[in-house]
């Protein structure tokens, strides 16, 4: 058993992730519930995640959010979702009820409200910060800087694996904008017997990090190597200079975890065998000696 979250404030949802998998629970339960808490505390909106994130342009805050099982086919998100503090739980009714794999906006919304959730006012998405923002966003055009994509990956004691990820997007983006976090490849990716990843950043979209970082753990590479090797293809193909900000994450199915990045990328894991998540920083990868493979951070025993 094992669990891994991007970024530093993930460490509450990886540890909500152990209690309920060091119980019994399924992997896809664990990211949904540890997911869903997050998305919906409008404290966590100032990380670009759910209820409380920042809106686009026209002031509505439209997230996006993916689940997807290691298990051939069970994928399922929501895209330029309104209305909803949790869009984790409607990407999961999206997967287990829905013949299809994706819904954005107007759609999204209708399938929420079938699957009955309570589809709120905008005003109700925002908090006092978020507001505040937007409208300093039309008076001054000033911006705001934060992460804008929490990603979990969950192995449980039966040997399923499960990655979630969700977001509020980037800030002021443009109405209907989709970014590369509920699009399987890209955002997340998990193969059963393999292992699963999770990206962040704006513009890995075409480069389908997830899926690569996968393939590679299918081919032996380790999850660190795997990322490593990722992002360090994505930085050659863009030019150092002009690199985007990228962070990776994966899990085995051995419960071995790994990460890269490139900008400084801190992220949260835990352990079968350890009663703590655990914190680490992961340094760009330019940072790193050429050809160096670091030890995987933890390996299930």
């Not at 977001?167 to 904008?177: E, I, L």
């Amino acid at each position: 058993m094992a669990a891994v979250g991007t970024w530093g404030f993930s460490q509450p949802s990886v540890e909500r992730i152990r209690s309920l998998i060091t119980a019994g629970g399924h992997a896809t339960d664990a990211v949904e519930e540890a997911m869903a808490e997050v998305e919906d505390d409008p404290k966590t909106g100032l990380h670009i995640v759910g209820r409380g994130g920042f809106p686009n342009s026209g002031g509505v805050l439209e997230c996006d959010a993916a689940i997807m099982e290691g298990i051939t086919g069970r994928f399922g998100a929501v895209a330029a979702l309104r209305g909803v503090g949790a869009p984790m739980r409607v990407a999961r009714r999206v997967m287990d009820r829905s013949p299809h794999s994706l819904l954005v906006g107007e759609g999204a919304v209708a399938f929420a409200r079938e699957q009955g959730f309570t589809i709120e006012p905008n005003d109700n998405m925002l908090s006092a910060h978020s507001a505040k923002a937007y409208q300093e966003f039309l008076e001054q055009k000033q911006s705001v800087s934060g992460h804008d994509t929490l990603g979990l990956i969950a192995l449980d004691n039966m040997g399923n694996i499960t990655v979630g990820v969700s977001t509020s997007g980037a800030p002021f983006k443009s109405p209907g904008r989709v970014g590369d976090s509920p699009l399987p490849g890209c955002g997340l990716y998990a193969e059963h017997m393999v292992g699963a990843a999770a990206g962040d950043g704006d513009k890995i979209m075409c480069h389908c990090p997830s899926f690569h970082a996968v393939q590679l753990m299918k081919q032996g590479s380790s999850p660190n190597r795997a990322c490593y090797t990722v992002v360090d293809d994505i930085i050659r193909r863009t030019a150092p200079d002009k690199c985007f900000e990228i962070g990776l994450i994966a899990l085995n199915v051995k419960g071995e975890v790994g990460a890269a990045s490139s900008v400084e990328f801190p992220y949260t894991f835990w352990i079968q065998g350890k009663d703590y998540v655990e914190t680490s920083t992961q340094l760009p990868n330019s940072t790193e000696m050429e050809g160096t493979e670091k030890c995987d951070t933890c390996t299930v025993k």
